[in-house]
């Protein structure tokens, strides 16, 4: 019997600097997300960073809680729902991190029956801290709990049939609507040394301005190239003007090069140039979380005023939109019936 998996990021239990912390170490504990030697991580991450982050984290989870709870989690919900209601088979939802635990969506799978499982990452670019978590994580709980299950993963979707489609319509109903001079699309952040890691070929992603743009095997698994790749499918079935948009990379830690140009850096020289009304759009995510509504819609805004910018206007994810949730039902429908490779090619 076939079934879906749902996954997203997770969140910790409640804004209680405790949950936090729980959760922070988890996530951060993570080899794919903090990729150093575990002795380094475990100094890093337990000997410095969760003695001073879980209470500011947890002061900036408490901005965007929702009284249902964590938005992500309320969000990633409503749009299960909204699967399930199109499809005969089951849709389970589940987090890489945090109490909605991986094994529990498997399990409740499982017990309906299902033994051939779409493994769907809601993610739109692949990264070693997102999608490639994910499946390493869900491998690894099949082989010792579930042995029997077929699981195959959605690949990134970020130039998926219909998706750039609906990203341009969420956008397009947003931009039609308001004055802006400048469009920003923000998207997560990763250190340098992911996309090197990442590179297939060994030897493509030199991170020089041409690499993105050369086709290579190695824009299958490149998160800068598809971030980079989106901005431009966008911005032609957007018909954009060159110059009025431009892409950033948000969320760093540590000290080793992350991704740039950096968001907030981007924010304020927009600001300092003269751009007096901008619009953000964060396309790594299709939920919103603690990066989209307080770094991007709260911080950023905070940046762009300081400068003297005059209107800041942060578009929501995808979410829970009925347009959203039919692309993915009929993904997954169209996995139902027919060729495996062809299904999800």
């Given at each position: 019997m076939k079934g879906v998996l749902l996954v997203n990021l997770g969140s910790p239990d409640s804004t209680d600097p405790k949950d936090v912390k729980r959760y922070l170490d988890e996530f951060l504990m993570d080899p794919r997300v903090?990729?150093?030697?575990?002795?380094?991580?475990?100094l890093l991450v337990r000997g410095i960073i969760l003695n001073t982050r879980p209470k500011k984290s947890a002061e900036a989870y408490s901005k965007i809680w929702w009284k249902e709870g964590s938005p992500l989690i309320v969000i990633s919900e409503r749009l299960q729902k909204k699967i399930q209601q199109k499809l005969n088979i089951p849709v389970a939802l589940a987090m890489r991190y945090g109490s909605m635990t991986l094994k529990k969506g498997l399990s409740e799978l499982a017990e309906k029956g299902v033994n051939d499982i779409l493994l769907v990452p809601l993610y739109p670019q692949f990264a070693m801290a997102t999608t490639e978590t994910i499946e390493v994580k869900v491998e690894e709980l099949r082989k010792e709990f579930f042995p029997?299950?077929?699981?195959?993963?959605?690949?990134?979707?970020?130039?998926?049939?219909g998706y750039i489609e609906v990203l341009s319509r969420s956008i397009s109903e947003v931009i039609q609507k308001k004055e802006y001079d400048h469009l920003l699309f923000s998207y997560h952040g990763v250190p340098e040394r992911h996309i090197r890691k990442s590179d297939i070929t060994k030897s493509h992603c030199k991170i020089d301005g041409q690499c993105c743009v050369t086709k290579s095997p190695a824009h299958q698994y490149c998160y800068r190239h598809q971030c980079y790749?989106?901005?431009?499918?966008?911005?032609?079935?957007?018909?954009?003007?060159?110059?009025?948009?431009?892409?950033?990379?948000?969320?760093?830690?540590?000290?080793?090069?992350?991704?740039?140009?950096?968001?907030?850096?981007?924010?304020?020289?927009l600001?300092?140039?003269?751009?007096?009304?901008?619009?953000?759009?964060?396309?790594?995510?299709?939920?919103d979380c603690l990066e989209t509504l307080e770094e991007i819609a709260m911080e950023g805004e905070e940046i762009f005023h300081e400068v003297g910018g005059e209107e800041f206007t942060a578009i929501p994810c995808l979410n829970d939109r009925d347009d959203f949730a039919s692309l993915l039902a009929?993904?997954?429908?169209?996995?139902?019936?027919?060729?495996?490779?062809?299904?999800i090619a």
């Open positions: 903090i990729d150093v030697p575990k002795w380094a991580r475990v029997n299950m077929e699981i195959t993963s959605l690949p990134a979707f970020y130039k998926r049939e790749e989106t901005t431009s499918m966008v911005a032609e079935a957007l018909q954009l003007k060159e110059g009025s948009y431009s892409t950033s990379f948000q969320s760093r830690l540590g000290f080793d090069p992350w991704l740039q140009p950096y968001t907030d850096r981007t924010i304020e020289r600001g300092k140039e003269g751009i007096k009304k901008l619009i953000v759009v964060t396309p790594a995510f299709v939920s009929k993904w997954i429908e169209r996995w139902t019936v027919v060729d495996l490779k062809k299904a």
